[in-house]
């Protein structure tokens, strides 16, 4: 494919503007073609570059392996170095690169001279044979192995499904087995899941076809991203931590509208044991062999969007720098990171990365998808009022922060000079960012601007809202402080909801937004910076095992439908078992 190389950054000083030289067109590989082509180093030599010896890993082949407890004994009491947390604008359809450019900064930090480890995600197969296919960075910025990463990798997303749906199947058992729970049929809340998007299984009925296969009763599917255990796995500190929450998830209610746990069925057990190798940490390495955990994949949308607790804090105690990232956009993944993985794991960021793209500053300026590709300067101009919101919540959290413009081939310096000039405006560390065709050396920019405010020491982390204020005066703050709503509306399911968690002693949890991606409203289809706007809580869900309340918004759905096109249509494979069309 043809990459234009349109501009290349570089610093006369940190702090100081940039001295920029066009250069010429040329073609790159596409990203599978890079990833075949990558010189990968055997996973044991990754590991030592952490000071990993190969007692400490559980090896998945030879470019994969699993962390076992042992290490985390021994590393625990070593002090943290330094957390980057990477974020956006609000997302669109256009893309953003996020994981790219999470990828590119671990390696532009190795570059510039910092021991740097990537903290990422786990791709779902639902986006993954859906809208977006392969998921894990791209271009010169990508974690390898990608085909593994982004299908069954080491069968963490298996191992939650089958946790998840035995508790699912030991509930309908144990109403089978004469039900001395008193467990009410019409109010089970634990749901079925499935790591694929499949909207046909969102409202399903169980139970039919006569005594002998149980009680009818409705039920439904989440996808496994969704799924409570999910959460649990990505927030929970070692295996005991683990089996204590799963104990504490609330899966129904009594006949007298009291909870019923998985401790009460007697079951949290068999399902940590199901979970016992998934609670482990995954390493990998980039494109350039800079060590990556891959770890957990819940949703940012819909959950609290976060790699697991466990890897950020085995790369914490292993590195000088962290590169992680949180989903979607700051009002979604950073938000959910200070205010739930941050307070739960006492970690803090010491600095903030927000990527924004010229093609999505232009859609949230008013540019419909089909006319991106044309130059628009007062487009990017009327959309950089979306980055104006996340750079506000970024300084009500009091975090330091640098706006990394991800280049794209289509951009023209009289776009990305708006968002420059913007930024130096409102004195916002700003730089290009061309991680995508260059790898690390496309990032060392941004790395140095990274190591500076990391290094000065400006963040003062704070929390907008503390755990024992109101529900509502928890999720007014959020809407209020991060979306910018005016004012927030219950229906009346939620109100009722409300009221039953501070009856069972859940109220002092902290708040789970489930919210679309697109807006920082809860209509999909308003972008930019709306103002003056109302947020809809429908319902309220309680996550107390993973230790949050879910406020769902708006039409939120916690188990997606396909596309029109899905991209299983692009996948393929030959004979030499070579994978087509998953990037």
């Known amino acids: 494919m043809t990459e234009p190389s349109l501009v290349h950054a570089k610093e006369d000083h940190p702090t100081g503007r940039v001295k920029r030289e066009v250069k010429t067109t040329k073609t790159i590989p596409s990203d599978i073609e890079i990833a075949r082509q990558a010189d990968k180093k055997p996973i044991r030599e990754v590991a030592s570059q952490l000071g990993l010896g190969e007692s400490d890993l559980e090896l998945y082949g030879n470019d994969k392996a699993k962390i076992p407890p042992h290490v985390w004994k021994r590393i625990q009491n070593r002090p943290d170095g330094k957390l980057v947390l990477v974020t956006a604008i609000s997302p669109t359809p256009a893309g953003e690169g996020k994981s790219t450019v999470t990828v590119g900064l671990g390696q532009a930090l190795n570059r510039v001279g910092k021991k740097a480890t990537v903290a990422l995600r786990e791709p779902s197969l639902g986006p993954v044979m859906g809208i977006k296919g392969g998921a894990a960075g791209g271009g010169y910025s990508q974690v390898l192995p990608m085909e593994d990463i982004n299908l069954h990798f080491t069968g963490d997303f298996h191992a939650v499904t089958s946790a998840h749906n035995s508790i699912a199947a030991m509930i309908d058992n144990h109403i089978f087995r004469d039900n001395t729970l008193s467990i009410d049929p019409r109010r089970i809340v634990w749901k079925r899941v499935l790591d694929l998007n499949d909207r046909a299984l969102r409202h399903v009925v169980v139970g039919l076809g006569g005594k002998t296969n149980g009680m009818p009763r409705e039920d439904g599917f989440d996808i496994t991203v969704a799924s409570e255990l999910m959460a649990i796995l990505c927030l929970a500190r070692d295996l005991k931590d683990l089996k204590e929450r799963i104990g504490r998830i609330v899966i129904a209610y009594r006949l007298d509208g009291s909870p019923v746990t998985v401790a009460d069925l007697g079951v949290e057990g068999a399902v940590a044991l199901l979970l ?81 793209t010229v093609r999505a500053l232009k859609m949230h300026g008013g540019v419909s998808r089909d006319r991106l590709n044309e130059s628009d300067p007062d487009a990017v101009t009327r959309g950089l009022a979306n980055l104006s919101r996340h750079v506000d919540t970024m300084r009500a959290f009091g975090l330091a922060h640098v706006v990394a413009l991800n280049l794209f081939a289509v951009d023209t310096e009289a776009e990305w000079r708006r968002v420059e000039d913007w930024c130096a405006r409102e004195q916002v560390p700003f730089a290009l960012t061309r991680v995508w065709e260059q790898g690390g050396a496309g990032g060392e920019d941004l790395a140095r601007y990274v190591v500076q405010l990391a290094e000065a020491g400006s963040s003062n982390l704070r929390t907008l809202y503390e755990t024992d204020q109101p529900i509502r005066a928890k999720i007014a703050a959020i809407a209020q402080k991060v979306y910018g709503a005016e004012r927030v509306e219950y229906s009346k399911q939620a109100e009722k909801q409300i009221a039953e968690c501070e009856k069972w002693g859940w109220h002092e949890l902290p708040i789970c937004m489930a919210k679309t991606q697109y807006s920082l409203t809860d209509d999909p289809a308003l972008f930019g910076r709306p103002e003056a706007f109302t947020l809809h809580i429908r319902e309220i869900r309680p996550a107390v095992g993973a230790g949050f309340l879910v406020a769902l918004t708006g039409n939120m759905l916690t188990m997606p439908g396909l596309p029109k096109q899905p991209a299983a249509l692009r996948m393929d494979v030959d004979q030499d078992g070579r994978v087509y069309g998953l990037f």
């Open 276 to 356: 016992k190798d998934a609670v482990k940490p995954n390493l990998v390495q980039t494109l350039e062999n800079t060590p990556a955990f891959i770890h957990g994949g819940p949703f940012a949308n819909i959950a609290h969007g976060c790699n697991s607790l466990a890897a950020t804090r085995h790369a914490l105690k292993l590195s000088e720098y962290t590169v992680t990232e949180a989903g979607f956009g700051a009002d979604l993944g950073a938000e959910k990171f200070i205010h739930i993985k941050s307070r739960m794991g006492g970690i803090q960021p010491d600095v903030a990365v927000i990527v924004a």
